[in-house]
């Protein structure tokens, strides 16, 4: 067969091949770590949907020469269940690029039936390729905040990532600079507020529970025990981000006021994963900030969305480009109520989680 169809089990070493080529090492041979890592995260994700399918381009010897990934999501929409897909994971052999795989995987997937889809790793690339088919940039999710907490770990951390070999002199040199603003409580960001109550470990049981009582929320994520603790599974796999903090809000008078979730690697700049307030959300970003510097976190940083957009001018609060977050949907109501304080749509909810592993 020629042209784009589901993806099945047994295409898995042909699209981990062509991640090989493309995206690792520039050799098409096989790679068992990603093909066990797609079938993880695609075809054996609890909530995949036979009517919304990952998909493979075939030439006409049969060769597997391109690949998009599609997760399907479930929503509540003011009472009534919606689907979203999420577009993740797109790669083309590059004896095919010219003729334009990558615009007819994207082309029949936004075609598909769900009522929203999704890609919120994008690059300006892609953002030029979605916006040909319809589809726009949700710009306030464009953006990333980071909450300075130690500047010198912090630049240490950065450089890092950057330069493996600095890493280590610029943290030895910063951290003097981080103890003396800590003594003198100037000359640096701010400590965070020691917030009142208490926080706990979050499981999947109290996770559903806390967000089936986000009535205010008209857009939402319809999530199910069997859902989160599959997705707490795949982010215990991130070793290389550290490790993962996930606990509930404070909860005076024992009412649940929300929730946070950010992996903490060794660079000390913690990742947020997902933040949710059932009303304000203060008191949960206080306890975010706190618990990451009790943890001896550098910097916290995380996507900017309504929950977090009470940040942005914050003392130690900067706010920078992030990966580009798009959108198509058939009904433009959904559109209008995406990036508002009336829905929540947080990074374990799209393209990240889906789409670290096949890179590694």
């Keep these: 067969m020629t042209g784009i169809r589901a993806l099945e089990r047994t295409d898995l070493p042909q699209v981990g091949a062509l991640f090989e080529l493309v995206m690792r090492s520039g050799e098409q041979r096989r790679n068992p770590h990603v093909e066990d890592y797609l079938a993880r995260v695609v075809l054996d994700d609890p909530w995949a949907d036979p009517e919304i399918p990952s998909l493979v381009h075939e030439d006409p010897d049969g060769r597997v020469v391109g690949f998009i990934a599609a997760n399907t999501r479930r929503l509540t929409y003011d009472g009534r269940p919606l689907r979203m897909a999420v577009s993740s994971n797109l790669v083309a052999h590059p004896d095919v690029r010219s003729r334009g795989v990558g615009v007819l995987l994207n082309r029949k997937l936004l075609a598909g039936p769900q009522d929203l889809t999704v890609a919120d ?16 940039e949700l710009v306030g999710s464009s953006l990333s905040w980071w909450r300075i ?9 950065l450089a890092g990532r950057r330069r493996p070999g600095l890493a280590r002199g610029v943290r030895l040199a910063g951290a003097p600079l981080d103890a003396l603003a800590a003594r003198l409580s100037r ?22 529970e806390q967000v089936e009582q986000a009535k205010r929320l008209r857009l939402r994520l319809d999530y199910d025990v069997t859902w989160v603790s599959w997705a707490f599974a795949e982010l215990g796999r991130l070793t290389d981000r550290g490790r993962l903090t996930a606990r509930p809000g404070p ?31 203060v008191p949960v970003l206080d306890h975010l900030v706190r618990t990451a510097h009790d943890e ?3 910097a916290v940083q995380g996507r900017l969305e309504p ?11 900067l706010v920078r480009r992030g990966a580009r977050a798009l959108v198509a949907a058939h009904d433009p109501a959904l559109l209008g109520l995406l990036g508002s304080t009336a829905s929540s749509f947080s990074v374990l909810d799209g393209e990240w989680l889906v789409a670290h592993g096949a890179r590694q």
């Design 121 to 136: 790793r994008a690059n300006d690339d892609s953002r030029a390729l979605w916006t040909g088919l319809g589809g726009q």
């Design 307 to 317: 929950v977090t957009a009470g940040l942005v001018g914050a003392p130690g609060v």
């Design 187 to 208: 000359g640096g960001p701010p400590p965070p507020p020691d917030p009142a109550g208490t926080t706990e470990p979050l499981t999947p049981e109290v996770l559903v």
């Design 149 to 157: 907490l130690r500047a010198g770990a912090t630049a240490g951390g």
């Design 296 to 298: 001896g976190a550098a």
């Design 251 to 281: 909860e005076p008078g024992g009412r649940a006021l929300g929730w946070f979730l950010y992996l903490l690697p060794a660079d000390g700049i913690a990742e947020v994963v997902q933040v949710v307030a059932l009303g304000d959300p």
